[in-house]
């Protein structure tokens, strides 16, 4: 059992424990009969009022809670990810937006459970735009035809769900809008939904009239320094108390990457870039701004991979975003922002050097995979069989140690991303 499935398997004895069923878990001792129910269980589950991923059971007696498994007496209608899948893409939702879902089989005292997995999400409510209909193939009162309403939103609080034939109270029904909207969550989180529609985004006119770093009036009455009139500001036409400065200076203490010594001009450099709500900084990170300002991505996140038990003697420093974070949404908002055809050379060395994790749970299998495979000998073998930077002309301000350590960091990203593809690739052929 991995990492994951051992997680889930502990999450879901946790429920079973509590001998009772609730907003977002629910017990069946087997598949649906009627696909309507299915569907009816799985929007409710969708809509959720824990704002979190939703989880039914099947395998397990939901008025007793005693775990039966799922064996040859009960596995009739049992489904698997795929058919999941499609049974939700075949069934006519609001604006096409349907719930994501999928089937984990999981060992608890010896029995498989079969759990379908809701993931939690920013769309709801979910709602079907056309009724669906479903007649079981059992004759009893019990499994008559049901339908599922159009419009109707359905939700579950505690252990009961919303009956097939009404719809939510209306003050379920707003809270599930005002997630959606992300009225009720943090500057930080709201920041990121915005971002993601950088069309939304209205360029601010520059204004440096206080924009001067000191004055000293008894030395030299009348001077002001100012800085550099070059930072790009950006509101959110729809909140405009939330922007974005790519501003022309950098806090922090290195301010160049290897990527930025791979073009023809290598004076490039890291900048802060600045998220505000209100005023106040909401995120702080660097991008990098490269090939004399032609193009500006962001800049990848670093980790150290420690395969030798020593840090210090050799270790890989690995390039990294991890998808779905602030980086990565900063990184697109800059593309769209710049017209990605304008910036594709740029965004292709990016992506050459960069790896671009699913979620952080597959960065950290792939360190795992990375410690597992090497040693120091075939560190050695594998960095000397790349490229390395090669400078047109020497860089000021920049010494030669760190020219060095740049190097080592893009033998490092070369090595590594090789890595990366191998190891998805063998992932996908199983």
């Known amino acids: 059992m991995n990492r994951a499935s051992k997680a889930l398997a502990e999450e879901i004895t946790s429920l079973i424990n509590k001998k009772q069923e609730g907003g977002y878990w629910d017990f069946k001792l087997e598949w649906h009969d009627n696909k309507a129910e299915l569907l009816h269980d799985i929007i409710c589950l969708a809509n959720n009022m824990e704002n979190r991923d939703a989880y039914l059971i099947f395998g397990v007696e939901d008025k007793t809670c005693q775990i039966i498994g799922i064996n040859e007496d ?38 498989d459970l079969d759990i379908l997995i809701i993931e939690n999400s920013r769309y709801t409510p979910f709602r079907l735009s056309q009724d669906f209909k479903y007649k079981s193939k059992k004759s009893n009162d019990k499994d008559k035809e049901r339908t599922v309403k159009a419009n109707n939103v ?5 252990d009961t769900n919303t009956p097939i034939n009404e719809t939510a109270d209306p003050d379920k029904e707003e809270k599930l809008w005002r997630k959606r909207f992300h009225i009720d969550e943090p500057a930080y989180n709201r920041a990121m939904y915005y ?25 030299y009455p009348g001077l002001k320094l100012h800085r550099p009139a070059w930072d790009d500001s950006y509101y959110y036409r729809y909140a405009p108390e939330y922007s974005i400065e790519f501003t022309s200076y950098c806090s922090g203490t290195n301010n160049r990457h290897f990527l930025c010594l791979l073009f023809p001009d290598p004076t ?44 210090f003697d050799r270790a890989f420093i690995m390039s990294y975003v991890v998808k779905g974070s602030f980086e990565c949404i900063v990184n697109e908002f800059l593309i769209e922002k710049q017209k990605p055809d304008r ?6 060395k990016w992506k050459d050097y960069v790896i671009q994790f699913e979620s952080e749970y597959e960065k950290d299998e792939f360190k795992k995979y990375i410690v597992n495979k090497y040693n120091k000998a075939m560190y050695d073998q594998e960095t000397q069989n790349t490229n390395d930077i090669r400078l047109s002309e020497k860089i000021p301000f920049i010494s030669s140690d760190l020219l060095k350590y740049h190097n080592r960091v893009y033998k490092d ?14 992932l996908n052929a199983h």
């Open 268 to 311: 490039g450099t890291l900048r802060d870039v600045v998220v505000k709500a209100s005023n106040q900084t909401v995120y702080k990170y660097f991008y990098l701004d490269l090939d004399g300002a032609k193009a500006r991505l962001i800049y990848p996140r670093s980790d150290v991979i420690d395969f030798n038990g020593n840090p």
């Open 195 to 219: 971002l993601e529609n950088p069309e939304d985004w209205e360029k601010a006119e520059r204004d440096s009239s206080d924009s001067y770093i000191a004055t000293d009036e008894l030395r």
């Open 413 to 426: 990203a070369q090595v590594l991303m090789r890595e990366y593809e191998t190891w998805r690739n063998s």
């Open 74 to 111: 009960n596995s009739r209608n049992r489904l698997n990810t795929v058919r999941v899948v499609n049974f939700l893409r075949d069934k006519k939702f609001v604006g096409g937006i349907r719930p994501m879902a999928r089937v984990e089989t999981i060992d608890i005292e010896g029995k």
């Open 343 to 348: 910036i594709y050379s740029y965004i292709k």
């Open 154 to 158: 359905y939700t579950r609080i505690q």
